[in-house]
């Protein structure tokens, strides 16, 4: 199960995770098939994000800035699923722009837990 809840983690130029509007977040399906398959796996991973405004039609680039357990690779998995398929409402989200930054934290809880 993938739980996705947001939070604003810092700097005051960033956009709060809180007022970001989402018209497109990556599908479980694309969460289920992006992970790496492991043997054991931790009955969830946090995951945070900072995502930058690349245009003006929502589209995001994101890194990973903190990850929880690391190592399994699902921080660069959710930051490439956010890079390719997130798509922030410009109209919606107050103070978005080509530039700007949304923190987010994100939690995900795999199938078999």
């Known amino acids: 199960m993938i739980i996705p809840f947001f939070m ?4 005051t130029a ?10 497109h977040l990556p599908s479980e399906a694309q969460f289920a ?7 054991e796996t931790p009955d969830q991973f946090d995951i945070d994000l900072r995502c930058r405004i690349t245009d ?25 699923l956010f890079t390719r398929f997130a798509r922030l409402d410009m109209r919606r989200t107050p103070g978005s722009a080509p530039g700007r930054v949304v923190i987010m ?8 837990s």
């Open 56 to 80: 003006g039609a929502g589209r995001v680039s994101c890194i990973v800035v903190g990850e929880s357990p690391a190592g399994y690779g699902v921080g660069p998995a959710a930051a490439s």
């Open 33 to 39: 098939s992006a992970y790496p398959a492991r043997t």
């Open 105 to 112: 934290h994100y939690r995900i809880r795999p199938a078999s």
């Open 14 to 23: 960033d956009i709060p995770a809180s007022s970001a509007v989402w018209v």
């Open 8 to 11: 604003a983690l810092a700097a």
